[in-house]
Nanobody
Framework: EVQLVESGGGLVQPGGSLRLSCAVS????????MTWVRQAPGKGLEWVSD?????????RYVDSVKGRFTISRDNAKNTLYLSMNNLKPDDTAVYYC?????????????????WGQGTQVTVSS
């Protein structure tokens, strides 16, 4: 059975940091493009970042998080991470991890065979 379980969300003040984790079972993350997608309150899904399959750890980011967020993975733990620094109120959202065989830059759920249940991140003073 495939499972993607996100954790690490919470309430943080502006300027603070969080690290999200996505623990995967049922497939090997190094063979998939792994992606973070978020959904802010009352808004649609937004593609945030992805990391390529195979070697090289090539990462891409939406412009609004460049320089603040870092995507990474631990293949030995089969876990994806998103380190978030200098958080802003606009980063408040439910964050989902997802997996695809293709390098798709999209938030459309039907492009991802596997999708987690999400973790809430709230940035507020």
């Amino acid at each position: 059975e495939v499972q993607l379980v996100e954790s690490g969300g919470g309430l943080v003040q502006p300027g603070g940091s969080l690290r999200l984790s996505c623990a995967v079972s049922g497939f090997t993350i190094s063979t998939y493009y792994m992606t973070w997608v978020r959904q802010a309150p009352g808004k649609g899904l937004e593609w945030v970042s992805d990391i390529n399959s195979g070697g090289g750890d090539i990462a891409r980011y939406v412009d609004s998080v460049k320089g603040r967020f870092t995507i990474s993975r631990d293949n030995a733990k089969n876990t994806l991470y998103l380190s978030m620094n200098n958080l802003k109120p606009d980063d408040t959202a439910v964050y989902y991890c997802a997996a695809s065989r293709l390098a798709v830059v999209t938030a459309a759920p039907n492009e991802y065979p596997y999708w987690g249940q999400g973790t809430q991140v709230t940035v507020s003073s």
